[in-house]
């Protein structure tokens, strides 16, 4: 793990791309890391329950992917996925709020953590089987295809459901019938608390393409630019028509699986060498060094997402649980569905 | 004007004519374009719609169920053919875990208009793995609709009310019955999903059944009325939602029922009538419920065990005679 994010270890060098966009993903990614920081902090305070995985240290590839994608392409998702839907245009208000199980959250209370979902941003939702959401983002890809757009389905999932059949089945259909799809495994090193090392002969998961004949290859997930480049490329050749792409994205979490794991699988100096890389503390080091903004301006970039997040939590506190009626909306399409007593 | 026409055609004329209809409905399964169906209920439609809409896909039913998934969250309605529903087990977590929750965990955002269909329960000596029956596993499950058939009239209007709900449905034909011809319009109808059918009307004992097991509770009572025993049958057509109404209706005519299900008993569609039974016509009732299901066993190979293992009319006939406490 690392050896990709080791061989691009930062340089100060000059910027390659524009101030707006430098600025774009530092306060996403920093809206990201105050948001999960303070998820966890609620879940401390039970303000928060159930299953809470959160996205602090991967946010480089939300902030890189949103800006080589069109608000037209889709994204489908595991349940590592509240930085994924704030990138796609969720709110923090409704993304809190589902957190806290509120009738305002995202879904109105009936996701949380793991199930967030937005129509109106093409966001396809976080799923909580591991890797059943790869088929699923294969046949989002076939209606797209099947309308004759340009659009994508960006699917994303985990190093654990990269060993999962159901890759298997649906990188071979939507190479096959050439489904436009970019898949994408934030390869974070370890599924639950089990690394990559033990459960494959072979490591490097982008090779999996290889049996489909399908293009792949690493990224580093620790920088935003290396993000953005690789999904651009990727988004360019899917675009064309030529079919599927499949990036292996190198990241790393710096929390537990979950709120409930302490992570005694790994080492200290391992995660201390990947938070020597952060992508905000990297991207606010190049904003600077860059003359791209000024102390005060980042100042005032992190007092606004403090506030914005601090807004969310006050939303989240101030609205309503869903009456428990509700448990008999929705769950068909049909509203006089005669429900067993 | 009717016309008599085999269950595997009523399933084509109905899936064909929505997808004249609706150029979002498709085809999607194991052999179904080229080699026009394992069991020629898709013969000609690749010919008619082309590769785009009647879809061959590799032996991955857990992939190519999912793919209908997304594809029927992102607009399209599509219609994914198991080569039988014992295939389907290997699918089950993309309709369990996704079709069926896909509006609630959404609160309502994302529908999953998708039809999973196939044949479901024993075709002969095909041994364990063959024959199972699925109606009780997948009507368990809220969130999915369960519609299973024989009768070709029912099979053509239910596919198509399949096909044009906007929920996952599961959709259960017969592979031993696809050849079973009855009389079919020619003019276009439906079938409202949720309606159970009273085939033939009786007053000394209700039979309750579905799919194949329609035949063998229709013969029983041809043998019964004619030793003076007049049952009513009645076809459930959609398991879930169940049509309480017209069962309920019928027990408190006849005051005794029977139901020929031929899943295995445990927690099965039989249990689910026994009790609506006797919760809402419970002083109606003049014996006890009596189910006649598979054996609760694995279905073996040999015929004996075939013989052994399935509900028949003997079997339907003697359980009739014990609830009206007759001995001829």
């Known amino acids: 793990m690392g050896k990709v994010a080791d061989k691009n270890k930062t340089k100060a060098s ?54 080589a994608l069109t608000k037209d392409d889709c994204i489908v998702t595991a349940y590592r996925q509240h930085g994924t839907a704030l990138g796609r245009g969720v709110t923090p208000k409704e993304a809190m709020a589902e957190l806290f199980g509120k009738e305002t959250g995202i879904v109105g209370g009936k996701g949380g953590s793991m199930h967030f979902f937005s129509k109106e941003n093409n966001y396809f939702g976080g799923n909580g089987i591991v890797g059943a959401q790869i088929p699923i983002g294969a046949g989002i890809g076939f209606a797209e295809k099947y309308r004759g757009t340009k659009n994508l389905c960006v699917t994303m999932f985990g190093d654990g459901a990269a060993r999962q059949g159901a ?54 997930g620790m920088q935003p630019e290396t993000v953005y480049e690789a999904i651009q490329k990727a988004a360019k ?105 | 004007m009717a016309r008599e026409i085999a269950l595997r055609d009523a399933l084509r004329e109905g899936m064909s004519e929505e997808m004249r209809r609706d150029e979002d409905v498709f085809l999607m399964g194991e052999e179904v374009a080229q080699y026009n169906g394992a069991y020629k209920v898709s013969k000609g439609m690749l010919d008619e719609f082309g590769e785009k809409r009647v879809i061959d ?62 044949p479901s329960g024993s075709a002969g000596q095909l041994a364990q793995q063959h024959s199972q029956t699925f109606e009780s596993w997948m009507a368990n499950c809220p969130g999915l609709k369960v519609i299973s058939i024989v009768d070709p009239y029912d099979a053509k209007g239910l596919i198509k009310s399949a096909i044009r709900d906007d929920d996952p449905i599961c959709f259960m034909e017969s592979e031993m019955l696809y050849g079973h011809m009855g009389e079919v319009p020619e003019e276009e109808y439906l079938v409202p999903i949720g309606k159970a059918r009273v085939r033939r009307e009786g007053t000394d004992v209700t039979l309750v059944t579905y799919n194949k097991m329609v035949l063998v509770a229709e013969e029983a009572a041809k043998k019964l009325e004619a030793e003076g025993i007049s049952a009513e049958v009645i076809d459930l057509r959609t398991i879930r939602p169940m049509d309480h109404e017209t069962i309920i209706n019928s027990v408190k005519k006849t005051n005794r029922i029977i139901v020929i299900d031929e899943s295995w008993p445990f927690a099965g569609v039989s249990a689910e009538v026994a009790y609506i039974v006797q919760k809402h016509a419970f002083d109606y009732l003049d014996a006890p419920v009596i189910r006649i299901n598979a054996a609760d066993t694995n279905l073996p190979y040999a015929p004996t065990f075939v013989e052994e293992y399935l509900p028949n009319p003997d079997k339907v006939i003697k359980a009739v005679k014990e609830v009206m406490y007759v001995n001829r």
Not at chain 1, 177 to 185: E, M, S
Not at chain 1, 240 to 265: C, M, N, Q, W
């Open chain 1, 167 to 220: 890759l298997h089945e649906a990188f071979n259909m939507a190479m096959t019938w050439k489904l436009p799809v970019l898949f994408i495994c934030e390869n974070n090193g370890y599924a639950m608390g089990t690394s990559v090392e033990r459960t494959s002969n072979v490591i490097d998961l982008h090779r999996m393409g290889d049996g489909y004949g399908m293009p792949n290859e690493p990224v580093d």
């Open chain 2, 57 to 118: 896909t590799p032996i991955a039913e857990l992939g190519f169920a999912g793919i209908g998934v997304g594809a029927a969250m992102n607009g399209l309605r599509p219609i994914i053919e198991f080569m039988t529903w014992n295939f389907a087990v290997l699918a089950f977590d993309q309709i369990i875990n996704n079709a069926a929750k896909t509006l609630s965990q959404s609160n309502g955002q994302f529908k999953c208009p998708i039809v999973f269909r196939g």
């Open chain 1, 14 to 67: 000059k910027p390659k791309y524009s101030k707006e966009l430098y600025l774009q993903w530092y306060e996403q990614m920093l809206l990201i890391r105050r948001f999960e920081e303070k998820a966890l902090m609620m879940y401390g305070q039970q303000k928060i329950r159930g299953f809470c995985h959160v996205y602090i240290g991967q946010e480089a590839i939300t902030a890189g992917m949103e800006t």
């Open chain 1, 237 to 341: 050749h899917i675009r064309s028509g030529k079919g599927p792409y499949f990036l292996e994205i190198k990241t790393y979490r710096y929390k537990g699986h979950s709120v409930s794991d302490p992570a005694k699988y790994r080492t200290k100096d391992e995660l201390n060498d990947y938070k020597d890389k952060d992508p905000i503390k990297v991207t606010e080091k190049r904003i600077l060094d860059g003359k791209m903004a000024t102390e005060a301006d980042i100042k005032k970039i992190k007092d606004k997402i403090k506030k914005m997040v601090e807004e969310a939590v006050e939303f989240a506190e101030n609205s309503d649980y869903p009456d428990g009626s509700g448990l008999y909306e929705d769950n068909y399409v049909q509203t006089d569905y005669p429900y067993l007593e």
